[in-house]
C-alpha cells in the first residue's frame, strides 16, 4: 500500500514541480527577508503587512505568524500565537519516514527513513549546537519506523527502533535499542505483529510503549494494537476507533495517548483524531482537527496542548501550511502557527528551548533536507 502512496507521489509531481516555481517566486524573497530578521534563531516580530503576495497575512497584537504560500494550497492560520518557524541547519542526507527522539543530552537523534530513490536507509545523525553530524548507523536499513526513548534515558540511555520496512520494503517485526554508552544498537524482542507506518509512544510509567495501527507484510491494516511490558510484547484487546496506518501520536500530561490523522494507504487521508486511555486500555474518539493529515507530527508542547505539524491530505493533494493545537481539556483542536514548507513524513522533536521539525517529503522525488524550528 504504501508502494502504491511512493507512486502516486511521483505522479503529482509534475503539476507540483509547476507550483513550485510560483512558489518560489513569492517565498524567495520572503525567506531571505526572514533569515535577515532572524537574529541567533530568536523569534523577531517582522512586519509583513505591506508585502505583496497572493496569499493572506495574519497580523496579530504587531506581530505576524507566518504567510501562507500557496503550497497548492489554499489556508490561512487564524492563530494568535507570537512565533513563526525559523529555517534551521540542514540534515546532511535529506530523508522521509524516518524515526527520530531527544536524546538526554539535548541532542536530537534521527534514524533511517527513505533516501531520494525510496530506499531504506541505516545511518542516522544527531543535532548538536553546530548543527547535524553523521552518527553510528542501525543494524540494517529501516524505513517507516519508529524510534521511542524510555524514561531510563535520563540515566543510561535507550532508543528503541522497532518495526518497519526492509531493504526489500517488506514490513518487519524487529525491534532493536540504541545504546549511547557503546554508540551501538542491539536487537531487542521482535513485535507480534510486522508493521510499518506505525506508532510507539512511550506510556507515563516510563517503561511500557504503545503500539498502534500501521500496514502488515501482506500489506494489510492493522487493527492490533501491542504493549512493549520489560521487554515483551503483549497485544490489545481493543482496537482503534479508526484504523489506521501513516498516523501519529504522543503522550498527554493526563496519561491518555492522542492519536490523529493517518490514512488508509489508498489516496485517502484522515482528519479524525483519538485517545488511548492507559488506565482502561480503550480508545474513544476525540475532536477531528480541520485539515486531514497523512504522515503528520504531534509534539507535547510544555503547555499541555500537542501541535500537529504537516503532513499530506492525500485526498485534495495538499500539503497543510498551518498546524493545529490540540487541548487535552475541551478535547478539540484550533488553528496554530504555520510552517514556512509543506512536509510530510517529517518528524518534530521538543528540546528545552524550541520545537525542531526536519525532512520529510513534499511531494517532489527529493527528501526534503531541510529543518524549521521555533523558540519557545
Ligand atoms: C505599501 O507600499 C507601497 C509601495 O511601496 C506604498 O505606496 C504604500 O504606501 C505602502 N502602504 C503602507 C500601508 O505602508
Ligand atoms: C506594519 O506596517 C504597517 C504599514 O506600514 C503599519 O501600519 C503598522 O503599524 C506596522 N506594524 C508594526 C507592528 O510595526
Ligand atoms: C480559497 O478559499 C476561499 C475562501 O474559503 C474561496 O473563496 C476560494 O474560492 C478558494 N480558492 C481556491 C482556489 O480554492
Ligand atoms: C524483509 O522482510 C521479509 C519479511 O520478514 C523477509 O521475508 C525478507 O527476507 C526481508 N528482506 C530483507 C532484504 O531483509
Ligand atoms: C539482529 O536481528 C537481525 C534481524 O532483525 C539479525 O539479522 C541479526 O543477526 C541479529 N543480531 C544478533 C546479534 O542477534
Ligand atoms: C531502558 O528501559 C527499557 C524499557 O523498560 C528497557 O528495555 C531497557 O533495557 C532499559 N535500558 C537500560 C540501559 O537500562
Ligand atoms: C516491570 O518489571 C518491574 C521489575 O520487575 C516491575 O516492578 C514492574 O511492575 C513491571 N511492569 C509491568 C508493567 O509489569
Ligand atoms: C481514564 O480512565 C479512568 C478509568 O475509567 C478514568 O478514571 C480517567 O479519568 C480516564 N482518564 C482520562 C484522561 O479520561
Ligand atoms: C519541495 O521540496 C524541494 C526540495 O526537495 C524544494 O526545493 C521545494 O521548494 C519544496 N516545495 C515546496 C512548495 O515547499
Same mark, same amino acid.
Given at each position: !500500500?504504501?508502494?502504491?502512496?511512493?507512486?502516486?507521489?511521483?505522479?503529482?509531481?509534475?503539476?507540483?514541480?509547476?507550483?513550485?516555481?510560483?512558489?518560489?517566486?513569492?517565498?524567495?524573497?520572503?525567506?531571505?527577508?526572514?533569515?535577515?530578521?532572524?537574529?541567533?534563531?530568536?523569534?523577531?516580530?517582522?512586519?509583513?503587512?505591506?508585502?505583496?503576495?497572493?496569499?493572506?497575512?495574519?497580523?496579530?497584537?504587531?506581530?505576524?505568524?507566518?504567510?501562507?504560500?500557496?503550497?497548492?494550497?489554499?489556508?490561512?492560520?487564524?492563530?494568535?500565537?507570537?512565533?513563526?518557524?525559523?529555517?534551521?541547519?540542514?540534515?546532511?542526507?535529506?530523508?522521509?519516514?524516518?524515526?527520530?527522539?531527544?536524546?538526554?543530552?539535548?541532542?536530537?537523534?534521527?534514524?533511517?527513513?527513505?533516501?531520494?530513490?525510496?530506499?531504506?536507509?541505516?545511518?542516522? %545523525?544527531?543535532?548538536?549546537?553546530? /548543527?547535524?553530524?553523521?552518527? $553510528?548507523?542501525?543494524?540494517?536499513?529501516?524505513?517507516?519506523?519508529?524510534?521511542?526513548?524510555?524514561?531510563?534515558?535520563?540515566?543510561?540511555?535507550?532508543?528503541?527502533?522497532?518495526?518497519?520496512?526492509?531493504?526489500?520494503?517488506?514490513?518487519?517485526?524487529?525491534? %532493536?535499542?540504541?545504546?549511547?554508552?557503546?554508540?551501538?544498537?542491539?536487537?531487542?524482542?521482535?513485535?507480534?505483529?510486522?508493521?510499518?507506518?506505525?506508532?510507539? @509512544?512511550?506510556?507515563?510509567?516510563?517503561? $511500557?510503549?504503545l503500539?498502534t495501527?500501521?500496514?502488515?507484510?501482506?500489506?494489510?491494516?492493522?487493527?492490533i494494537a501491542e504493549l512493549?511490558?520489560?521487554?515483551?510484547?503483549i497485544p490489545l484487546s481493543s482496537s482503534? @476507533?479508526?484504523?489506521?496506518?501513516?498516523?501519529?501520536?504522543?503522550?498527554?500530561?493526563? /496519561?491518555?495517548?492522542?492519536?490523529?490523522?493517518?490514512?488508509?494507504?489508498?489516496?485517502?487521508?484522515?482528519?479524525?483524531?483519538?485517545?488511548y486511555?492507559?488506565?482502561?486500555q480503550?480508545?474513544?474518539?476525540?475532536?477531528?482537527?480541520?485539515?486531514?493529515?497523512?504522515?503528520?507530527?504531534?509534539?507535547?508542547?510544555?503547555?499541555?496542548?500537542?501541535?500537529?505539524?504537516?503532513?499530506?491530505?492525500?485526498?485534495?493533494? @495538499?500539503?497543510?501550511?498551518?498546524?493545529?493545537?490540540?487541548?487535552?481539556?475541551?478535547?478539540?483542536?484550533?488553528?496554530?502557527? !504555520?510552517?514556512?514548507?509543506?512536509?510530510?513524513?517529517?518528524?518534530?522533536?521538543?528540546?528545552?528551548?524550541?520545537?525542531?521539525?526536519?525532512?520529510?517529503?513534499?511531494?517532489?522525488?527529493?527528501?526534503?533536507?531541510?529543518?524549521?524550528?521555533?523558540?519557545?
Amino acid at each position: !500500500m504504501y508502494k502504491d502512496f511512493l507512486k502516486k507521489i511521483k505522479r503529482y509531481l509534475c503539476i507540483i514541480i509547476f507550483t513550485n516555481i510560483a512558489i518560489l517566486a513569492i517565498t524567495v524573497p520572503l525567506l531571505v527577508y526572514f533569515i535577515i530578521h532572524s537574529k541567533n534563531d530568536e523569534v523577531t516580530p517582522v512586519n509583513i503587512s505591506n508585502t505583496t503576495t497572493t496569499a493572506e497575512n495574519q497580523l496579530t497584537n504587531g506581530f505576524t505568524t507566518k504567510i501562507s504560500t500557496t503550497n497548492n494550497n489554499n489556508q490561512t492560520s487564524t492563530s494568535t500565537q507570537l512565533v513563526f518557524w525559523n529555517i534551521d541547519k540542514s540534515l546532511n542526507t535529506g530523508r522521509s519516514n524516518f524515526g527520530s527522539v531527544l536524546l538526554a543530552n539535548g541532542q536530537v537523534l534521527v534514524a533511517g527513513g527513505l533516501l531520494n530513490s525510496n530506499t531504506d536507509y541505516s545511518g542516522t %545523525e544527531v543535532y548538536t549546537s553546530t /548543527g547535524w553530524q553523521v552518527a $553510528t548507523s542501525m543494524t540494517g536499513p529501516r524505513g517507516f519506523h519508529t524510534v521511542t526513548a524510555f524514561a531510563n534515558n535520563t540515566k543510561v540511555l535507550a532508543a528503541g527502533s522497532a518495526g518497519g520496512s526492509n531493504a526489500s520494503g517488506i514490513s518487519i517485526s524487529a525491534a %532493536e535499542l540504541y545504546i549511547p554508552s557503546s554508540n551501538s544498537f542491539i536487537n531487542a524482542t521482535n513485535m507480534n505483529i510486522a508493521r510499518c507506518c506505525f506508532t510507539s @509512544t512511550l506510556l507515563s510509567d516510563g517503561s $511500557t510503549v504503545l503500539v498502534t495501527g500501521g500496514i502488515n507484510a501482506a500489506n494489510s491494516l492493522i487493527t492490533i494494537a501491542e504493549l512493549y511490558i520489560n521487554g515483551s510484547w503483549i497485544p490489545l484487546s481493543s482496537s482503534m @476507533t479508526q484504523v489506521r496506518a501513516y498516523h501519529a501520536a504522543v503522550l498527554s500530561n493526563d /496519561g491518555t495517548v492522542l492519536i490523529a490523522g493517518g490514512g488508509s494507504g489508498t489516496p485517502n487521508a484522515y482528519s479524525s483524531a483519538e485517545i488511548y486511555n492507559a488506565t482502561t486500555q480503550n480508545f474513544i474518539a476525540v475532536g477531528s482537527m480541520q485539515y486531514r493529515r497523512g504522515g503528520l507530527t504531534l509534539t507535547l508542547l510544555p503547555s499541555g496542548k500537542v501541535l500537529a505539524i504537516g503532513g499530506a491530505d492525500w485526498t485534495s493533494d @495538499t500539503y497543510p501550511l498551518v498546524c493545529e493545537l490540540y487541548d487535552p481539556v475541551t478535547r478539540t483542536w484550533s488553528n496554530a502557527l !504555520m510552517l514556512n514548507y509543506g512536509r510530510s513524513f517529517h518528524q518534530s522533536v521538543l528540546t528545552n528551548t524550541f520545537v525542531l521539525t526536519m525532512g520529510g517529503t513534499n511531494g517532489t522525488s527529493n527528501r526534503l533536507t531541510s529543518s524549521e524550528k521555533y523558540n519557545l
